[in-house]
Each structure stands twice: as structure tokens, then as C-alpha cells.
């Protein structure tokens, strides 16, 4: 069990656009300064950097741009989006082991106007041997094939993926950070956008932003006395399932499920010492939308094919039993690869969220699902 010895004691980042007119060196430097300032800390206080695997943005250049000056320590989470919850795991873990008393956790991408993730690239991994030669070759397609054997396997339809992407961009809509401010969808004009992958549609796909997240990790004691109010970190889990493939596993007895987000699930439940009654608020990775409701049914909020029911009472809403991305979420406000849904998890705990949940109960974040995963669990402190 993780003791609650650590906290989140600054959150930064940039604007979220389509096209950001500079580098991502450039916009990694603008959000971990602007961390720094909402922490009241200078960049000479910061012993540690991790980031993303995929991050183009090496800690050197990001700490000399700033500043910075030594590092004590320095490290990198693979697997996409699945690292987004990670780094955080890793720099408590420097904290707590005394290698680092200020870690700062970065990414930034220019994943709309430089390398967009949806478009197919020469295959990254071994893995992808199994599937690039069935035409297999983006995310949005690899993830169509388990989202129809979860349509067939549970009787859902692609209405309930829909209902995911509507709660959304309804969130999205009253915030005003997110790229689709001010612009809700109905169900219909779901239904009527363009297929990407059957059965997925256009807007069943997050977006491709431009865009960094930062967030600062200290001691509990010592974010106690700086300026912004500290989010405990609770719990924070990494997990990889059986004969996990990268994006996703067609070769388990199930494929219609997310073991990976189970193996965390359990574990943030079991150092917390809490169930999912206990939270007020979730922050899904909501790449795609069938990937939100298989999260709900692995993390104990329903059963197993069991989402669709949980949708349909409007238990994600603002007001529901789990309101869900209050953010907007990836699909709404932007993807910076799960990082700015830790940033909405902080601001929830401060009572400074754009879309405020009622309460002082913990609030749930996970990290990218069809790839080894991380979920945190944040309370106030």
C-alpha cells in the first residue's frame, strides 16, 4: 500500500488548439513554468523530470531551457497513453525513496499539426506484426474490432457509444479551456457523422490537439506550505494484463474487456481503501468512446456488460451518480494523452474546476486503455 505521503502541488499547461505555432520544446518549457508559478516555486527547486516515452522533449533540454539547473532524476513511461497516470506513480516513488523532493511530470505534442497518432505509420512494435498485415493500422481500427465484438457480446448499440461522446461535449461546452467550448452534440448529429472505423464514428474519437500539461509532485508536508492546494495522492497504479498486445488484444479467451484497467483498478481500491461508492467524480482516458463504458464495467462502477444501462439513467452526467470527465474530456476539451485529465482531478480537489462537483470525495483519473495502463486516485488534503 502506498502511504497518502505525497501530493500534487501545481498544475500547468498551455492553450489546447489545432495548430500551436511552436515547437513542442517551446510548449513543454511554457507549461512546466506555468506549474512552477501556480506551485510558488522557482525552477532551481526541481530535482526530477519524467515524462512520456513518446515525448519528443528530453528532460535536458526541457531543464536547461529553464533553468533548472541538476537533476537527481530523470525518467521516461512507455506505452503512449498509458503512461499518463504513471509518471506520477514514478515521481511519488522518487519522493518517497528521498531521490527527489520537487518532481515535475511533463507532455507536450503537436499531435494535430505535426504527427498525427490517427494516420498509419511504419508498424512501432513487434506486436503490430500480428495485425498491420490485416489492414489493422491505426487506433481508431484496431479498437473497432474489439468494439464490435463488444456490441455483439452485450446486445449494446452504437447509440450507447454515442451517449458517451453527447455527455461529452455537454461538459465540454460550459468549459471554458476546452477546444469545443460552447459546442454540444445530440445523439442525431452523432449518428450522422462519418464512419472512421465501423463501428466507430468521427465523433467516437478523441480529438488531435496541440498542446502541454505539467504538473508538479512534492512531499504532502512540504506542498502544505506552498501556494496552492494540495491533492493527495492516494493511490497510483500501473498494470498490464494477460497476452497484452499493443493497442489492443485479440487473442484472449475474452476479447470484449480491459483486464489491464482491472489489474489497476484493483490495486488503486485496495491502497486507498476505497470501493467505487466512495467516488465522487471520474476521469476516464476517453480515446474512444466503447473503451469509457468497458472502464466503468472494469472498475466496479457496473457489471459486466452492464454500461449501456448505466448510460442510459444518466449516471455520467454532471448531476449523476458518477459524473464522468467534467472536463470535457479528451473527446471535448482536448487530448494531451490523459495529462489534462490529472489537471481537471487537481482542480476538482481545489473546488476550482470550471464544472464543479458538489462534495470533498476522492475523484478518479485513468490513464490509456488497450496498451498497459495507470489510474491514480487524488483526495483532498
Not at 142 to 156: Q, S
Request: net charge negative.
Amino acid at each position: 500500500m502506498i502511504p497518502s505521503t505525497c501530493a500534487i502541488a501545481g498544475i500547468g499547461a498551455t492553450e489546447f488548439s489545432k495548430d500551436s505555432g511552436r515547437s513542442e520544446l517551446r510548449l513543454a518549457v511554457e507549461a512546466v513554468r506555468a506549474a512552477l508559478d501556480d506551485a510558488g516555486l522557482r525552477p532551481g527547486d526541481v530535482a526530477g523530470l519524467v515524462t512520456f516515452g513518446m515525448d519528443n522533449n528530453p528532460e535536458i533540454a526541457v531543464a536547461r531551457e529553464l533553468g533548472i539547473g541538476e537533476l537527481r532524476f530523470l525518467s521516461r513511461i512507455g506505452y503512449g497513453g498509458g503512461a499518463a497516470c504513471a509518471v506520477v506513480q514514478q515521481a511519488v516513488l522518487a519522493v518517497d525513496a528521498g531521490l527527489a523532493d520537487v518532481v515535475v511530470c511533463y507532455r507536450a505534442l503537436n499531435e494535430r499539426s505535426g504527427r498525427r497518432f490517427g494516420r498509419p505509420v511504419t508498424p512501432p512494435d513487434p506486436d503490430a506484426g500480428w495485425h498491420y498485415p490485416m489492414g489493422l493500422a491505426t487506433p481508431a481500427a484496431m479498437i473497432a474490432m474489439v468494439a464490435r465484438r463488444y456490441l455483439h457480446d452485450y446486445g449494446a448499440t452504437t447509440d450507447d457509444f454515442g451517449r458517451v461522446a453527447v455527455a461529452m461535449r455537454r461538459h465540454a461546452a460550459t468549459n471554458p479551456a476546452a477546444w469545443f467550448a460552447g459546442r454540444p452534440i445530440t445523439l442525431d448529429e452523432h449518428r450522422a457523422s462519418r464512419w472512421i472505423a465501423e463501428p466507430l464514428r468521427l465523433l467516437d474519437c478523441c480529438q488531435e490537439s496541440d498542446g502541454a500539461v505539467a504538473l508538479v509532485v512534492t512531499s504532502l508536508s512540504r506542498a502544505r506550505d506552498l501556494s496552492a492546494r494540495p491533492a493527495v495522492i492516494a493511490a497510483a497504479a500501473q498494470g498490464s494484463g494477460p497476452d497484452q498486445f499493443v493497442m489492443t488484444s485479440y487473442y484472449r479467451s475474452e476479447v470484449a474487456a480491459l483486464p489491464e484497467m482491472s489489474v489497476v483498478g484493483c490495486q488503486l481500491w485496495e491502497q486507498s481503501g476505497l470501493g467505487p461508492a466512495d467516488v465522487r467524480a471520474a476521469v476516464l482516458y476517453d480515446h474512444f468512446t466503447p473503451y469509457v463504458m468497458m472502464q466503468l464495467e472494469e472498475l466496479g462502477f457496473c457489471g459486466r456488460g452492464e454500461a449501456r444501462h448505466f448510460l442510459a439513467d444518466g449516471a455520467i452526467e454532471l448531476d449523476g451518480r458518477l459524473p464522468v470527465n467534467p472536463h470535457g474530456g479528451q473527446l471535448g476539451e482536448a487530448y494531451i494523452h490523459g495529462m489534462n485529465g490529472i489537471t481537471e482531478a487537481v482542480r476538482q480537489i481545489r473546488g476550482t474546476a470550471a464544472n464543479q462537483i458538489p462534495g470533498d470525495g476522492p475523484i478518479l483519473v485513468t490513464a490509456g486503455t488497450g496498451v498497459p495502463t495507470s489510474g491514480l486516485i487524488l483526495r483532498s488534503g
